[in-house]
């Protein structure tokens, strides 16, 4: 009999005891799942199908409007690295004079999400896209939606039609916002998140065709290479003049002291060369010069090689129509009644 309880003790100890076992690896599996989820985003990387895909849906259904559309993207999230890959449009519409109104069909991404999942179960919904070109009133509400369908979604701000240089694009998270002051609630604010555009290799040959297609061959190589440098002049200008501005404020105590920002600054300015050195402003000038020779020499000989095709051609031409003006002509002959 004794035996007996004691077996039972033991059976009753060990069934708790795996019970709490298992309880506790569940909780600590939802605690790093929650640890995963909370890791701040670092950057995200679009992709070029997805800017083409927007721009599409934009001049299908916004273009030459005020209004803006809205849509899912689809990639992957790793270590605090959102990479979007794919995207499609949702129905949305808004009130213009009431941003508080508005409307996206669940329905209709539902039953996309579900089709993309059958071509590629990897990519999952990391957030959504807007044409904004600004955040507006109502994204933080349309962004609450997503967290059903991610913990930290993304909000990526596609300006189809940039007035600037540089990536018309602008990442953005929600984060909740703690009040210092006890009596006012907290609320969710938006947080810039640098963003870039790449591209895998079978990506970069659409994208080179697709430029072939753009590109105007009849641009000599000098005009183009002038062009791309006053471009990156013009995009050198605008980014020192937002220094510029960001260091006014500072000064004038309308913008808070960053040292971080104040670092890469005077990293940037260590960078630079002293060209206040005789020596140094004379190699510039030198390997300068020799550049612009070569570039000189290139154009004329490509020129000369040029006019002397066409006068080869012009020669050929001639050749061949005298060949057929020196070749006898059948006469027709007609039959006689």
């Known amino acids: 009999l004794f035996d007996s309880l004691f077996y039972l003790e033991e059976q009753v100890f060990f069934f708790f005891f795996s019970r709490f076992r298992r309880e506790e690896e569940a909780i600590m599996d939802v605690i790093k799942s ?4 909370s890791r701040p985003i670092e950057k995200v990387i679009v992709h070029p199908l997805v800017l083409l895909s927007i721009v599409d849906h934009y001049n299908r259904v916004a273009r030459d409007t005020r209004k ?4 899912v993207l689809l ?3 790793f270590k605090g690295t959102v990479d979007v890959t794919n995207s499609y449009a949702v129905p949305f519409e808004e009130e213009e ?15 996309m999400f579900s089709m993309f999942r059958r071509i590629n179960a990897k990519e999952h919904v990391v957030g959504w896209y807007s044409t904004g070109p600004k955040l507006r009133e109502n994204d933080l509400n349309i962004h609450g939606l997503f ?10 701000i596609i300006d189809v039609q940039p007035k600037e240089l540089g990536i018309p694009t602008k990442a953005y998270y929600a984060v909740e916002e703690v009040k210092e002051n006890a009596t006012q609630k907290s609320q969710n604010v938006f947080v810039h998140v640098p963003s870039e555009i790449a591209a895998h290799e079978v990506e970069e040959i659409g994208v080179e065709h697709l430029l072939r297609d753009v590109k105007d061959t009849t641009i000599s190589t000098l005009a183009t290479e002038v062009t791309g440098k006053l471009a990156a002049l013009k995009g050198l200008d605008a980014r020192l003049q937002e220094i510029r501005s960001y260091l006014d404020l500072v000064i004038d105590g309308k913008l808070p002291l960053n040292h971080e920002i104040l670092y ?3 990293d940037v300015f260590n960078l630079l060369p002293n060209l206040n050195v005789a020596e140094l402003v004379k190699s510039f000038s030198v390997k300068t010069n020799d550049m612009m020779l070569v570039i000189y020499l290139s154009s004329l000989i490509r020129s000369v090689i040029a006019l002397h095709n066409l006068i080869n051609n012009k020669m050929l031409n001639k050749e061949h129509e005298k060949a057929e003006d020196s070749k006898p002509r059948a006469v027709p002959t007609t039959a006689g009644s």
Do not use: A, C, K, M
């Open 34 to 37: 929650q640890q995963i989820s």
């Open 68 to 71: 803006r559309v809205v849509g």
């Open 75 to 77: 990639g992957t999230s």
């Open 97 to 111: 004079r009431d941003p508080s109104i508005w409307f996206l069909d669940h329905n209709y991404h539902e039953s």
């Open 147 to 156: 967290n059903d369908y991610v913990p930290t979604p993304v909000l990526v």
């Open 264 to 266: 890469h600054l005077q």
